[in-house]
């Protein structure tokens, strides 16, 4: 009887020996997948932030009134002016919806009379 006993227990420690193990190289796949997504994101940001500075460098002003004087003849495009702008008191704001009336009004007749009951403590 101690024997199987013995037997059995060495089972059990060798099933959870090979579950633990298991366990360990699926959190390492797990990491190396988290290393490798972080590096990912990483140089993703690092393009984002590029492609900015290249937006930031295409848009300047000044740059953009030079392509506008250069292809004047084929876009007909103006420089732009504060004078093109309007005024904030030239803005038009929608007027309040009314109230919609009150339909189907009920009509109460009567008094509202006080009582002995609704006097108790």
């Known amino acids: 009887m101690r024997s199987l006993f013995y037997v059995l227990s060495s089972l059990a420690i060798m099933a959870l020996a090979v579950w633990a193990y298991n ?3 699926k959190t390492q796949q797990s990491k190396a997948q988290v290393a490798e997504l972080r590096r990912e994101i990483r140089s993703l940001r690092e393009a984002i932030s590029v492609q900015r500075a ?10 953009l009134r030079d392509l506008a004087e250069v292809n004047f003849d084929r876009l007909k495009l103006m420089p732009i002016t504060g004078a093109q702008f309007g005024r904030i008191d030239e803005i ?3 007027l309040p919806e009314p109230e919609p009336a009150i339909s189907d009004a009920i009509e109460v007749l ?5 009582t002995a009951e609704d006097e108790r403590p």
């Open 54 to 63: 290249e937006w930031a460098f295409l848009n300047r002003p000044d740059r």
């Open 92 to 94: 038009v704001y929608p």
């Open 110 to 114: 009567g008094e509202i009379r006080h």
């Open 23 to 25: 366990e360990n190289h």
